[in-house]
């Protein structure tokens, strides 16, 4: 693996040869993320956000955070909620944040491993799917169909737990995805073949052929290199910066001490080169492109957090 050379990004009007560096601009707010703080019941490998048992670099958002930001959304109608982390299900302002938002009548996503913090929560989460059957969607990180290989990410003993998860949400009814990795240079039809045969094997209701349903993210390694990205990159790529996730999305965090702030984007959660401000529609400006995760994750891999 060649290190990357992180002084290439530090200008971000300017490519290190001098081209105008893209960027994206504001086009209309799609999903507006909340990191509920970066404590987990996990230690994964290659966790872009280092979360943990210990890591509190964010911290937990309380319900007063979420309801001054939601308080700035005009309709809730045309705007998506999503719950990230850590693992939302440790915080225990979680549930009644989750309820907020759907007594208003957003739509929500909720990123989990669906291990133990989110089976303690099974009362209160069925009798929210019962109320809002419409309205809430849990997706549950599963690196890979195989047992060994989602546990060299996640650490042993954690593939049983997230698939006793992903069959009671199916059972319940939930309205379901997953989210794998591409870290082991599969095909893409070669792991959605797994992840289905997997899903069929355990009754659980989700298309691995749907790519609604399976996200497959490309790995987001800062210390490999990867291209800087120009305005000329576009077209030569085929792609439009209106696609971007920072076009259509945002992401309040709490960090340690501070007050909680909005950052351009999902990833970036500690480059104060991308923190927005502490009001939504401060927050909505152009963006520029120079961190590696840019590159790699979203212009390159086509990645995208809000599926």
Known sequence: MQPIDLEKFRDPLFT???QVRAFVDFVALKTLWFNTGTLCNLTCANCYIESSPTNDRLSYLELSDLTRFLDEI????????????GEPFLNPAFMSMLSECLQRGFQ???LSNAMRPMAKRKAELAQLRAQYPSLLKIRVSLDHYQAERHESERGPRSFKPTMEGLRWLSAEGFTLSAAGRTYWGEPEMTMRGGFAA???EHAIKIDAYDS????????????????EVSVGCWDILHKSPADMM???SRMVIKRR??????????????????DLGTTLRGALGRVQLNHPHCS????LGGGSCSG
């Open 16 to 18: 290190r040869t001098g």
């Open 74 to 85: 005009v309709s809730p109608d045309h705007v998506e909620i999503g719950f990230t982390g």
């Open 108 to 110: 929500v996503v909720v």
């Open 198 to 200: 997997l899903f069929a």
């Open 212 to 227: 609604a349903q399976l996200l497959l993210f490309p790995e987001m390694d800062a210390r490999a290199d990867t291209p």
């Open 246 to 248: 920072c076009a259509s």
């Open 257 to 274: 001490g501070q007050a909680a702030s909005v950052a351009a984007c999902t990833l970036l959660p500690y480059d104060p080169a991308f």
């Open 296 to 299: 790699k994750f979203c212009v």
